[in-house]
């Protein structure tokens, strides 16, 4: 559809805190602790990434302290309880993308691979930014006046609104209102503005419309 299409260096952060393979269990620690992240990318050479440490790959050194591994599963956890290296801790190869990628492929690959950040790497693999959760949510505060502008210029523009059909939009809900006798067109249109980036649902008060919703 015509709407705009955000991209990963769009909302992500160009100023990483990333460490070395040698850097100790404590430093990373105290790293994670001093910029506020639950993980930090492993970096060797000039800066390629070759692996990511997360709260998650520490926490066995607490955990099987005292026990020892009681199911099969817990083996690969319960190795890295005796890690006091980044590149004994990290997880390789690691879960990156690329700069260009669209939120939705960010926001996939976070939710498949469960993790809440992602190194963000040039061709090469080399560290350009990471992007987070609370990254990919930035583009819900665009005000309202932005998106309907959008919509205005990129949507409508291409898929007129029938006549005396007009929309609002409000906490970036959009709601088309109005008169409509092609009912087919409204599944497009909601389609078409649920694509701009930033809104939060389309909703429908077309009289001759199917449904309160599309």
Do not use: C
Request: a negative charge.
């Amino acid at each position: 559809m015509p709407a705009s299409q955000y991209t990963v260096s769009d909302v992500m952060s160009h100023t990483a805190v990333a460490i070395g393979r040698e850097a100790s269990y404590k430093e990373i620690v105290e790293v994670m602790h001093q910029w506020k992240v639950s993980a930090l990318p492993v970096l060797e050479g000039e800066g390629r990434v070759v692996g990511v440490v997360s709260e998650a790959d520490l926490l066995p050194k607490e955990e099987f302290r005292r026990d020892d591994p009681r199911l099969p599963e817990q083996l690969d956890e319960a190795s890295k309880a005796g890690a006091v290296l980044a590149e004994e801790l990290m997880s390789s190869p690691a879960v990156t993308i690329h700069p260009d990628a669209t939120l939705a492929e960010a926001a996939r690959i976070m939710a498949r691979k469960a993790v809440k950040r992602l190194p963000v790497v040039n061709d090469v693999g080399m560290l350009e930014g990471v992007v987070s959760r609370s990254d990919l949510l930035k583009v819900f505060l665009r005000p309202d006046e932005e998106i309907a502008e959008e919509i205005r210029q990129l949507v409508l523009g291409e898929l007129p609104l029938p006549a005396h059909v007009d929309f609002s939009v409000l906490e970036g809900v959009v709601t088309l209102h109005g008169p409509v006798r092609d009912r087919a067109l409204v599944p497009l249109l909601a389609r078409a503005i649920r694509a701009v980036e930033g809104v939060v649902d389309v909703r429908m008060a077309l009289e001759g419309a199917v449904g309160a919703n599309a």
